[in-house]
C-alpha cells in the first residue's frame, strides 16, 4: 500500500515539475497546488496541448488519472466512451444524437502551447526528451494525430502520425494524405474526418458482435512518427536541425508497443 502511495506522489510531483518551468519558456512559473499549467499570455485565448508516451498500459492509466480526473483535460487519445453509456443499437441514432458531441470532444487540433514528453521511447534520430513549444505570437499550432491500423478489433496501431503546423490549411491537408493511406484520423482541424473514425469504430463495434471493446482506441502503437518540419524553429535550439531534416521516429525501449496520452487543456 505506501509502495502505491509513494508511486503516486511521485506522479503528482512530477507534473507539479513539468507545469512549473521544465523548459526556459517557464522558468519563472511557480508551480501551484492545484497542479493546474501557469498561463502567462491572455487566458481567455491560451490552451495547452500535450503528447505523452508511456512504456506500458499501467503508466498510461496513471497519466490519464492525472489529466481527466485531477486536470479536467479532454482526453482525444486514449479514446473511449463515459462509464455507462449505451451505444446505440442504430447507426442513424447514433450519428444523429452521438456523434457531433464526440467529434466536439476529439478536438480541432489547435492549441497555443503544446509540450511533449518522449522519454519513454528509443528514436531512429532525436526528440525522446521533454520539450515545450509556443505558437507564434497571436498566432495558433495546428496538430493532426493519427493510426494506422495493423487489425481491428481489438484495435491495433502499427503506426501513429503526429505533425504540427502554423496554418490549418496545412494541417487539414495532411489529415486528408493520412486518410487516403488508411489512417484513422483522431485529431485534425477537419471535421468530417473525426467524424469518420467514429463511423469507423461503430463499425467494428457493430461487426464484432456488438462487443464494446471494439470502440475503443487504447493508445497502443508499435511506433511514432512526429513531424515537425513545418515549425521546426520553434523548437528547443538543439532540436532545430534535427527536425528540419526529418520527422523524429519513436520505438518502444521494452516490448511491443509505446502507449500515448494526447489531451487538450483550455484555460
Known sequence: MLKKFTSFVAII???VMLF???????ADTTPTPTLAPTITSNPAQTTLGITTIYSTPEQQQKGVTVYDDILNYGIAVPFK??????????KKIFEKNVVPKLVDALGDGSVTKAWFDFQAANTATAGNKLFTVDAPLGGKLYSVVAGKPA??????IEDTQIAFFTDATKASAKAQELDTQGYFIYVSPVKELRKKVL????????NGKKNATCFLVNGATQKITVNFQDIFTLLPPDLQQPARENPFVL???LGKNLYIVNARQSA
Open 251 to 253: 520505438f518502444p525501449k
Open 81 to 90: 466512451l463515459p462509464p455507462g453509456f449505451q451505444i446505440p443499437a442504430s
Open 13 to 15: 510531483l512530477s507534473f
Open 199 to 206: 463511423d469507423s469504430l461503430y463499425n467494428q463495434y457493430r
Open 20 to 26: 512549473g518551468g521544465v523548459h526556459s519558456a517557464l
Open 151 to 156: 487489425q481491428q478489433c481489438p484495435l491495433e
